[in-house]
Each structure stands twice: as structure tokens, then as C-alpha cells.
């Protein structure tokens, strides 16, 4: 089991590593821009979807939709001091939102 | 063979959490004094970095003991992931582990010949108070369950509840040990600023790689003992959570409490002991 663990750890600091260059290459200037970047958003909202709400998606082993899911988040919350963060909290609220109503709603 | 892969992945396992949880901790105490912070994995990407740094030694270093006592400190932690996530063993060989650790820092600050080592080497002996919490919570912990070994400890809180409610002042001696391990800490007194890096300042490349591996290593497994023991089988979910939970309340503390002077940081840690441990035994002979 352990082994799914470290897989896990291992593709979200794979994740991190390429949001942090990605987001170095994207963002050249020296100040931080505001505005949310709607392609880090998909990927939040993808990557906490996949990691929260994998038994929804019964077609995809869940161990292959949370590393997929690891991964995205690891992309935007890895992404440089300043940037990904309110799309990563976006993400999240979205999914744990989703998460919630089809656990206790539905 | 299965025993020497659980160890491997569980020593790596430890390593990359723990990096990414220092990471993050570095992260909140930075977001506390209002500044962006480095990225969560920055402590990672530190700690590889210095496996490719060029090595270099100082002359006035006692070399079988400058590079051996960093073999030793990995060596230790490696032994405290095979007593603790792999075979789940007795609670004295953590304590054991513990104290080889003061000893690391002992001969580390003293084997580099470096007069910042130095200081942090005698401040290493004061601070052998760190362990005094340890001893105490394990010796409630033993009068409590009956026996030291964390996999029997497990088994109790799986029938009894978690230990947190039974022996809450043991959990707060912990903690205090878990502060005292952790990076800015109030009580870290052998790597205050005032001495640069305290015993690490002049161990560089490769050498300052497997310190700070093992500094990772380090805090996954008092993280880990720290959830297991006080609040028994919680699953993988339960200690994600409690661990990111534990990094952000140290990181707090940290961020806004100075670091105590060595004298102080003893009374205090001595202090918070006595009355956990006096507390302890009253509520064991009340209830």
C-alpha cells in the first residue's frame, strides 16, 4: 500500500516541479499579476475534481485518477510564490462542494 | 526481501513528505510575516541541490568524526522509519534514537572545529532537556497501555479510544518535543541565528544533502509517532491531515514567538515536563 503512497508523493512533486518552471517561463516580469489565468483554473478545477471525487468515475482506476488529479494540483499550487493560488482555492472549493452534495445530498 | 522494499519505500516515502512538510512550513511562517515564501517544494528541491554542490572541508575539521557523524545521523533516522511505519516497535528505541540525535549534534558542532559549531555543540548538551518530555510521555503512555510497543499501543486506542483524551498532558509533552524539532523553533537553541547554522554551518555539499535528508526524515516520524500514539489507527486521510495540521500550528508558533535564550529554553521545556508529568500521574490516580 505504502507504494501507492509514495507514487502519489512522488507525481504531485513531479507536478510542482513542472508548474514551478512552466510558471517561471510563462511569467517572465518581476511583479505579480492579479488576474486569475483561466488555463490554471481548468487545471484546479480538474486536478481537486479527479483527487476528490474519483469514485465518480467508475470507467478509470481511482489510483490512476488521483495521481492524475495529484499532479494537476501539484502543476497550479507549484506554480511561482504568487501565482495559482486563488485558481488552487477556486479548485478546491468547487470539488469539495461537488464532494459534499453527492455524499450527503444524493 | 518484501521487509528490505517496505523499509526502501518507506524511508523514501518519509524523506519526500517530510521535505514537502518543512516546505510548507516555511511556507505558513513566511505567509504570517506577510511575505510570498518560497515554494512548498523549495526545501526538496534545497536538499537535492546539495547533493551536487561541490564538497569542501574545512582544515580544522577531525574528519572521521566530521563525516561520520552524518552517516550516523541518517543511519539513526533511518533506523527510527524501520522501528516506527515498517515494524512498529518499542517506543525506547525512538527515545534511544532521540538521544543519539543530541550526541549527533554534539560531535557535529565539535568535529568541524568551527567556533559557531562549538557553541551550538555545548548548547546541544543543555539541551538534552528536550528529552526529558520524551521520557515522561513515554513512561505515562507505559503505565497507561502496559506495554512500550507502539503496535500494542494501536491495538489499546482501537479498543480504549484515542489516547489524546486519556493522557491529553503526555500529548502536550510530545508536542513540546515535536516544537523543539521543528526549523525557527523557540527551544531549537543549537541552530539559533545567533550562531549562524548552529552545528550544520560548516558541513557543505553532499554532506549538508544527507543532514537535511535526514532532518526530513526526522520530523515524518515524530509526526508520525506523534498521530499514532495519541490517536491510534487513523488512516491514510487521518494523517495527511494531521500532519499538515501539526506543521501549520508549529509554523505559527514559530512565526511569532522568538527563540528563547539556552537557559530559558531548558526552564521551560523542564517546566512544561514537570507540571505534564505531575498532571499526568494526578489524573491517572483520579480517574
Redesign the interface.
Known sequence: M??L??IY??V??IG??AG?LLSYKKHMEPF?ISEIDVVYLVLAIIGWFLFLNFPLLSFIPSFIAISIGLFLIGLV??????YGRKETVIGAIISISIYLVFHFLI | MYLMADILINVILAFLAGSLLLGLHRKIMARIQLRPGPPIIQYLLHSLKFFFKESSFPKTASMPFYIGIVVILAGIWVTGVIVGPVTQGSLMIIFGIYAIHKIVEHNSGSSSGSPYGKVSCVRAVFSAAGELPLFACIAILFLITGSMNISDIIAYQAVHGPLIYTAPLAAIMFFTLILTKSPYSPFAITKGKDIISGFETEHYGFLRGFIMLSESVAWYILLWLFLTIFFGPIGIIGYVIGMIVITAITAFINATTPMLNPNHSVMAQFTITLVCLVGSIVMLLIL
Not at chain 1, 499550487?77 to 504568487?82: K, T
Open positions: 505504502e507504494i503512497y509514495l508523493v512522488l504531485f512533486i510542482s516541479i514551478l505579480i499550487i507549484g506554480a511561482r510564490p504568487g
